[in-house]
Structures are given as structure tokens and as C-alpha cells.
């Protein structure tokens, strides 16, 4: 069982910038890929970001693509989200998420249900 810990969210001003980090635990972490995921008031979870296991291979949704930046640290087994010319509609709970059912990390889901193990959420809001 994989845990996962996000943390780095917090308010900031439209066209600035964010971290998100999300720490792991469990099953050796090189071996799943990561996602990141938003989900805003009344909407449903929405695809951010993906990375393989390896970190050779990324994935993104067209909302995010070029202002986004999914990467991964598998020595300190931590997957981290940049997040660049942040806009209002980007305002949403965060949440990273491991794929742990495929062996070889390789596969890289776009939906909540490629994944088995979240954290917690951490909230970003953008103002304008």
C-alpha cells in the first residue's frame, strides 16, 4: 500500500507560480507512476499530469500543457508539480496519485480509475 502526503498549495495572484510536492511511502517508488489530478467545487476530478516510474516519459492534459511541469525525485521519493502562469479557472483541490497495480510504472492513465492509492488534496486558489 502506497501513502502519499501532498502539501505546497496555497493562494497566489494570477500569472504567478506554485509548487506542488506530494511524498510517498511503501512499495519501492520508482516502480509506479505518479499523477496529478485537480477537482473544483461541483465539478468532477479532472486529469493535470502524469509521469512514468523511470521519469522518462510525461503526459499532460491540453489545459495545462506548457505552463506545467510534472517531475519526479526517486531517491526522495517525492513526485513535484510546477505550476506557471497560473489562471483563475486553474483554482482547484490537488491531489497526487499512485498507479500501483502496474508493475513496470510504464503506463501512464488519464482517468481516476488507472490509480489506487491518493493523498489527501492540498488547495490552490488563484485570484485574478
Known amino acids: 500500500q502506497v501513502q502519499l502526503v501532498d502539501s505546497g498549495g496555497g493562494l497566489v495572484q494570477a500569472g504567478g507560480s506554485l509548487r506542488l510536492s506530494c511524498a510517498a511511502s511503501g512499495p519501492p517508488f520508482s516502480r509506479y507512476a505518479m499523477g496529478w489530478f485537480r477537482q473544483a467545487p461541483g465539478k468532477e476530478r479532472e486529469f493535470v499530469a502524469v509521469?512514468?516510474?523511470?521519469?522518462?516519459?510525461?503526459s499532460y492534459a491540453d489545459s495545462t500543457e506548457g505552463r506545467f511541469t510534472i517531475s519526479r525525485d526517486n531517491v526522495e521519493n517525492t513526485v513535484y508539480l510546477q505550476m506557471n502562469s497560473l489562471k483563475p479557472e486553474d483554482t482547484a483541490v490537488y491531489y497526487c496519485a499512485a498507479d500501483a497495480l502496474d508493475p513496470f510504472g510504464e503506463v501512464l492513465h488519464t482517468t481516476p480509475s488507472g490509480y489506487n492509492s491518493w493523498g489527501q488534496g492540498t488547495q490552490v486558489t488563484v485570484s485574478s
Open positions: 509521469i512514468s516510474g523511470r521519469g522518462d516519459s510525461t
